[in-house]
């Protein structure tokens, strides 16, 4: 759920995803009745309805001062929040179509026509009142990202996304409008004293399973301009 704790519209949204939620375990159940396992070479795969319980997501993980600027103003605002590692989000959670694999075939498909690539971070924004996260924007490299989107969202990984595409690099979602207010300020502050470099290149890409809530597992990396990684 991406909106702030006060926004008028939640209470609606939350009704409409209890009742699809609750039809979608009803026709999960019947499903899990009636289909077999599919089994090939001796390898188990996904039931295309269990992939529905299932989220995944694709980032780029940031390995940079710019990581360490991140996870330190993450301990500052909110130090009790779990949180994936520094990363910019190419594809946002979502459930996939088939198996693990046939994802990740589709993926490597892909990527491996896309050059590498740099970005450059702008300013800290939020998403007030929409949502109470706060995050980096990116000035350059922007509209890259937002092609890598679209080319990825297909087969396998598409999906409707709940909110549109907007390329950035989460610091932290608060649990109101007046700390995300808060939260904002400092987190300005702090990226105007930081001297490091706001460039970021681009050239591998991670494809992650959520476990738990906040909690995710990398699954394989797959290379830009390149070939799958093997897990």
């Known amino acids: 759920m991406r909106g702030c704790a006060s926004s008028s519209p939640h209470g609606r949204w939350t009704d409409r995803l209890h009742s699809a939620w609750t039809l979608h375990l009803t026709l999960g159940n019947q499903l899990r009745l009636h289909t077999p396992p599919m089994v090939r070479e001796g390898k188990r795969y996904n039931f295309s309805s269990n992939m529905q319980s299932l989220r995944y997501a694709l980032v780029a993980y940031i390995k940079s001062p710019i990581e360490e600027f991140v996870e330190s103003l993450r301990r500052e605002l909110h130090p009790n929040l779990p949180h994936l590692a520094a990363h910019l989000t190419l594809l946002p959670p979502r ?128 290379a830009l301009g390149g070939t799958l990684v093997s897990r």
């Open 95 to 222: 459930p996939i179509r088939g198996s693990e694999d046939e994802a990740l075939r589709a993926l490597s498909q892909v990527c491996r026509g896309i050059e590498p690539f740099e970005v450059t971070l702008g300013e800290m924004e939020s998403f007030i009142p929409t949502t109470c996260t706060i995050y980096i924007g990116v000035a350059h490299g922007a509209e890259r990202l937002q092609d890598l989107h679209q080319q990825l969202n297909r087969q396998a990984l598409a999906h409707a996304e709940e909110w549109p595409y907007v390329p950035h690099l989460t610091i932290a979602k608060m649990m109101s409008e007046s700390a995300a207010g808060q939260a904002i300020e400092i987190a300005r502050q702090r990226w105007r004293e930081y001297s490091g470099s706001r460039r970021i290149q681009l050239d591998r890409l991670t494809f992650v399973r959520e476990q738990t809530t906040n909690s995710w597992v990398d699954l394989a990396p797959i």
